[in-house]
């Protein structure tokens, strides 16, 4: 009923046996996702904190539309 899959390809089975350590992330092979994702993490945690520490502040105010002068 269902489409069998191809046999596997010389030295697929051997990637699928290699487990990765923590050193593997700083490798040259994964060191620009390691960082593309250490950056997008870090800005994502600063938008997140700057809003919930900011928000609080228009929240509060007594006139929260009105301009300051």
């Not at 069998?4 to 290699?18: L, V």
């Not at 992330?25 to 800005?43: H, K, P």
Request: include cysteine.
């Amino acid at each position: 009923m269902g489409i069998a899959s191809p046999p596997p390809q010389q030295g697929e089975a051997d990637r699928r046996q290699h487990r990765a350590g923590l050193s593997d992330l700083w490798s040259r092979r994964y060191i620009r996702r390691t960082l593309c994702l250490w950056i997008l993490g870090f800005g994502i945690n600063l938008a997140y904190y700057g809003i919930v520490t900011w928000l609080p502040t228009p929240i509060c105010s007594p006139n929260p539309l009105r301009c300051s002068k």
